[in-house]
């Protein structure tokens, strides 16, 4: 059976968002699928050691199930990010789903393919000594080699 | 059901119980079974979509009161 490739192209540096790339990725590797993720703008966040700013926010973000009705402008006092994402965080961790760090490292143990946007270093001026150690560095054309090949490919 | 080795998988959620569980496979050599033993309702559809696509057959799936049992031959 020929081996089957997914490539994720992720795009957002959220909690919410950072789930989606890592989630499909450890599975597709599981199953026995070549895996490559591609982390552009804001989801350049999500190759950092470290993971603490990674946050979400209830702010534009109508869908996101509050335990008290929130008026928008309480949403944009400050701390109210810190809050909702600490209370996400702790909600995640009581029904048993990974955090971030756990997801990622099972994506990097399954021989899942870390490729960061070179040109987002660049334009925000990142140092890529905040980022793990397991990524490439790369550019649009690296990833359309890899992404030309996939049976699955995906833009989250 | 005898069984080579046993995942504990209770109170993981999407995607650990399948993920663990092919870690667990890839100890293992072919013909032998492993119980995984799972809380996650989404493990039912997601075991046998798991078995499907690696090859490794689910010989048998079984709910008992608030937990999924599932053997798995490794293929």
Redesign the interface.
Known sequence: METKRMAIIATKGTLDMAYPPFILASTAAALGYEVQVFFTFYGLQLLRKDLSDVKISPLANPAMPMPVPMPVFVQMLPGMETMATMMMKNKIKSKGVASLEELRDLCLEADVKFIACQMTVDLFDFDKDDFIGNVEFGGASTFMEFAGKTDICLFI | MDFDKELDAR??????P??K???SLNDMTAGQVLKVVA??SGSIKDMQA?AN???NPLISSETQGAEYVFYLRKG
């Open positions: 109170g993981l959620s999407c995607p650990l399948i993920v569980t092919k870690k809380t996650d798991f696509q690696t090859g």
